[in-house]
């Protein structure tokens, strides 16, 4: 029911930005939490920043103050502003997207395939 599409990935220096964006199809998008997680090799996937319900967007400890979510829900999209990257940030990065489950939770029933984020020193 809903699609998502990841873009915006790429090579980039230490201290640059690059801004992803998510494409997603499907009506029921604007109702959905969505959030963005990266996945680094050789380790899990972790959460890195979303927006649920109507609160405010939370972020991961290692990103917070750098990055910055957002939605454009009139255009089915999800941003993620990446500023001040590191070698450390150098990961696929996926949306999800999916039902609120209280104030700080969703259900991931929604991914993309990824795009890659490469930070060179």
């Known amino acids: 029911q809903v699609q998502l599409v990841e873009s915006g990935g790429g090579l980039v220096q230490a201290g640059g930005s690059l801004r992803l964006s998510c494409a997603a199809s499907?009506?029921?998008?604007?109702?959905?939490?969505v959030g963005w997680f990266r996945q680094a090799p050789g380790k899990d996937r972790e959460f890195v920043a979303a927006?649920?319900?109507?609160?405010?967007?939370t972020y991961s400890d290692s990103v917070e103050g750098r990055f910055t979510i957002s939605r454009d829900n009139a255009r089915n999209t999800l941003y993620l502003q990446m500023n001040s990257l590191a070698p450390e940030d150098t990961a696929v990065y996926y949306c999800?997207?999916?039902?609120?489950?209280?104030?700080?939770?969703?259900?991931?029933?929604?991914w993309g395939q990824g795009t890659q984020v490469t930070v060179s020193k």
């Open positions: 927006i649920i319900g109507t609160s405010g967007p």
């Open positions: 999800s997207a999916g039902p609120s489950i209280g104030p700080t939770g969703f259900k991931n029933d929604y």
């Open positions: 499907g009506r029921f998008f604007s109702t959905y939490a």
